[in-house]
């Protein structure tokens, strides 16, 4: 599997509903399945999670992270979103 970067921009609304798909999946223990820039993946029940928050001179950034291997990816998912 090739290395991959992707970051995509949404309206207010739409990444409003996409956290809330994410964290009812996490509520509920289920595997949360999306797709980014053409490719469909599942986000594991059991993903590590995280907020980062980077301050340069200019600007200010926060980032909610989910991580998790590779092999814990073969759960099977709630349903699927196009992001």
Same mark, same amino acid.
């Given at each position: 599997?090739? +290395?991959? *970067? !992707?970051?995509? =921009?949404?309206?207010? /609304? *739409?990444?409003?509903?996409? &956290?809330?798909?994410?964290?009812?999946?996490?509520?509920?223990?289920? #595997?949360?399945? @999306?797709? !980014?820039?053409? %490719?469909?993946?599942? !986000?594991?029940?059991? /993903?590590? @999670?995280?907020?980062?928050? %980077?301050?340069?001179? *200019?600007? %200010? +950034?926060?980032?909610?992270?989910?991580?998790?291997? &590779?092999? =814990?990816?073969?759960? +099977? #998912? %709630?349903? =699927? =979103?196009?992001?």
């Amino acid at each position: 599997m090739s +290395e991959r *970067d !992707v970051e995509k =921009d949404y309206s207010v /609304a *739409d990444f409003a509903a996409k &956290l809330r798909r994410l964290a009812d999946a996490l509520e509920s223990g289920k #595997p949360f399945r @999306i797709q !980014v820039a053409g %490719e469909r993946f599942t !986000v594991p029940k059991n /993903a590590r @999670i995280s907020v980062e928050h %980077e301050r340069g001179a *200019d600007e %200010e +950034e926060v980032e909610f992270q989910l991580k998790w291997a &590779l092999a =814990d990816a073969d759960q +099977e #998912p %709630e349903d =699927d =979103d196009e992001v």
